[in-house]
């Protein structure tokens, strides 16, 4: 699955991605947090998944699990068979969120797909999104490959476009950024800015592991097979089928089976 969006660095596009874009227009409380919440959305849907939330979001055991998989469905993009929500999910722009069969939210996770004009979340089948983590878009898109793992307390924030590839690990406390910067150069005050600069998309190829407290900025792209070591800041592309390591990462190893086909420099030093 890889939809295609718009360019996602216009100013105004991103402006109105944001919260303080919403808060600063003109309008009663009620629209502003319909269409920060819910988007698109017919607001006859929305006040539909309102009640839901109230109701189910915090049910626990097999019966809210089983409440949540059958009464959240319409509220999707779409939502494919087995999708497990656990309590306390926050969806945002659940219209332009798209999951796959299998897909799991657990506990307290967010998936928001805001933004103007941009396709959104796509979650492919068997995607894990772990406690806590928030997978969030302010104007982009985010692409998860089928079988993915995201881990506790991760945070996927994309302005631009990211993917991440069929059957990729992403350690607790990861940090996934395509776009979302500011302009150190400009004269604006960085709380007046957009705050959605971004240099170009971001891929992580399939198959890789990338480890705990680990920081992939923007379109600093990871190839496929591609092994990232705890607490490393990928600053820029890693060729496929390495272990990189520290910071910034660089490469350090190559796997023996990359080994013919995907050259990966070698280091002086494994730190």
């Known amino acids: 699955m890889e939809p295609e969006g718009p360019a996602r660095n216009d100013e105004t596009e991103a402006a109105a991605a944001k919260l ?5 227009r003109r309008g009663s409380a009620a629209r502003k947090y ?4 819910y988007g698109p959305m017919p607001r006859w849907k929305a006040l539909l998944m309102e009640l839901c939330v109230l109701l189910f979001s915090g ?3 097999a019966l809210g699990l089983f409440l ?14 087995g999708v497990v ?5 926050t969806l945002r722009h659940p219209s332009k969120i798209f999951l796959g069969d299998g897909v799991v939210l657990d506990d307290n996770c967010v998936v928001d797909a805001k933004g103007a004009g941009n396709r959104g979340v796509t979650l492919g089948d068997g995607v894990y999104v772990g406690r806590n983590t928030i997978v969030y878009c302010k104007g982009g898109d985010i692409d998860v490959g089928k079988n993915a793992s995201l881990s506790a307390d991760c945070i996927v924030f994309s302005s631009n476009r990211l993917v991440l590839g069929a059957g990729t690990m992403v350690g607790s406390f990861s940090y996934l950024l395509s776009g979302g910067e500011y302009d150190w150069r400009s004269p604006v005050p960085f709380a007046e800015q957009a705050g959605m600069e971004t240099e170009g998309p971001l891929e992580i190829g399939e198959n890789c592991w990338i480890g705990a407290h680990v920081t992939v900025l923007d379109a600093a792209s990871v190839g496929a ?21 520290g910071v910034p990462a660089r490469p350090v190893r190559t796997r023996p089976d990359a080994a013919e086909t995907t050259p990966c420099p070698s280091s002086t030093s494994a730190t």
Do not use: D, M, N, Q
């Not at 319909?34 to 919440?37: D, N, R, S």
């Not at 607490?231 to 820029?236: M, N, T, W």
């Open 20 to 24: 303080k874009g919403v808060r600063g």
């Open 34 to 37: 319909f269409e920060l919440v």
């Open 59 to 61: 049910l626990p055991g």
């Open 68 to 81: 949540r998989s059958k009464l959240y469905r319409p509220f999707f993009g779409a939502c494919g068979r």
């Open 85 to 89: 929500v656990g309590r306390h999910v």
């Open 225 to 245: 097979g591609t092994t990232v070591g705890a607490g490393a800041v990928v600053a820029a592309p890693l060729p496929s089928g390495c272990l990189a390591l």
